[in-house]
């Protein structure tokens, strides 16, 4: 008996073999694409190899997201055929659908339409209670809010980002069953809302959490996630006027960073010191050592275009952030303008997601020209 493709292709995935698993999913396709018209077990099968498909691109070592995208769109168009549409698992196959379809729209940075993905999740998920309940998964909906949450603070209604956040949370742990990386997760976002709209000690109390919790486990995404939270607990302390405590813990996420990577070689592996580097040149501005802050900057500010030539509404703020800290800590005009400018531009495309650095750029701007006019 022919082992089945998709376990096969499973057991290299959680390997973390995700080359091979994405070939045998592939293989994979091309087997089941042309008997799924009229073939319903095939046509589940293709479904459920593409979905497979389209979270391994999208969470391998270097991602394509945009190749997980189209992916999803070739499993759509299976699952809208009619003999999908008038099977018992159109719902089950909708919500998987949906929910994945979210997560990569947000690694894409296309927020609004994660949003849209997951609420059509969230209805398949409720048609499934009234349906088909005994097909629901304790932890089923955790992603979906998770990704639901993550894009609502991204588009500037971070007030509305906590409701799900803390629902996927609440769901995750009276489950009954153990997914640390999800909490943290779930925790490190969290925190992050809370810190934008000010709640500090809130903030403060997810992500020294999430920092415990992550601590604790040794994979890969555990210990991204752990530089994640290191990172974004400095900026809650530097909002905090914490200095000395932010610039430790922005260290510490670094140090994670190197633990796992090395020195950063690849454009992918520069990514991931964006964010560090901005905070951290954030932290030694705010500490008056403005030359140190400019080199932190500087080192960001490359990482930082260079991503945003492939994915620019994924990191417009990170680099918008960098030519602030560049222009405030160099005194140099041209980055505070371009600054301003993007983030004006953010500020009118997602209202009340921007306007701290908007006001920050702007005072920077007119303490430049003022300077410049006065001399």
Not at 37 to 63: G, I, Y
Not at 131 to 153: D, F, K, Q, T, W
Not at 303 to 331: K, T, W
């Amino acid at each position: 008996m022919q082992p089945d493709p998709l376990a096969r292709a499973q057991e290299y995935a959680s390997s973390g073999d995700f080359a091979a698993a994405i070939r045998l999913a592939r293989e994979a396709e091309d087997a089941y694409a042309p008997t799924a018209p009229d073939d319903l077990e095939a046509a589940t099968n293709l479904l459920w190899v593409r979905l497979n498909l389209a979270r391994w691109l999208a969470v391998q070592r270097q991602p394509d997201r945009r190749a997980a995208l189209a992916v999803l769109d070739a499993a759509e168009q299976t699952w809208r055929t009619p003999i999908v549409q008038r099977s018992e698992m159109v719902h089950l196959l909708g919500a998987e659908l949906m929910s994945l379809r979210s997560f990569v729209l947000r690694q894409v940075g296309r927020a609004a339409d994660s949003i849209a993905a997951a609420d059509q999740a969230l209805l398949f998920f409720a048609d499934l209670e009234a349906v088909a309940p005994e097909a629901l998964s304790a932890v089923g909906r955790v992603p979906i809010l998770l990704n639901r949450g993550a894009a609502l603070a991204d588009i500037g209604r971070t007030a509305e980002s906590v409701t799900p956040l803390t629902l996927a949370l609440d769901l995750l742990r009276s489950s009954g069953t153990i997914h640390r990386e999800l909490e943290v997760e779930l925790l490190v976002l969290r925190g992050t809302s809370n810190t934008l709209l000010g709640r500090f000690t809130e903030a403060e109390q997810d992500e020294t959490e999430a920092i415990t919790l992550a601590r604790a486990q040794s994979s890969r995404a555990a210990r991204h996630l752990l530089a994640a939270a290191l990172n974004n607990y400095a900026t809650t302390l530097t909002r905090m006027r914490r200095l000395d405590e932010a610039l430790d813990s922005v260290g510490a996420a670094m140090g994670v960073l190197r633990e796992i990577d090395g020195e950063p070689a690849t454009a992918f592996q520069r990514r991931r010191w964006g964010i560090p580097l901005s905070t951290e040149a954030e932290i030694l501005l705010a500490l008056g050592r403005k030359a140190d802050a400019a080199r932190s900057a500087r080192l960001a500010e490359p990482i930082m275009r260079e991503y945003a030539d492939e994915l620019p509404d994924l990191v417009a703020g990170s680099l918008a952030n960098v030519c602030l800290l560049i222009g405030d800590a160099e005194d140099d005009l041209a980055y505070a303008q371009e600054a301003y400018a993007r983030f004006t531009e953010l500020k009118d495309r997602f209202p009340g997601r921007y306007d701290y650095w908007w006001r920050r750029s702007a005072e920077v701007v007119a303490r430049l020209t003022g300077d410049r006019t006065g001399g």
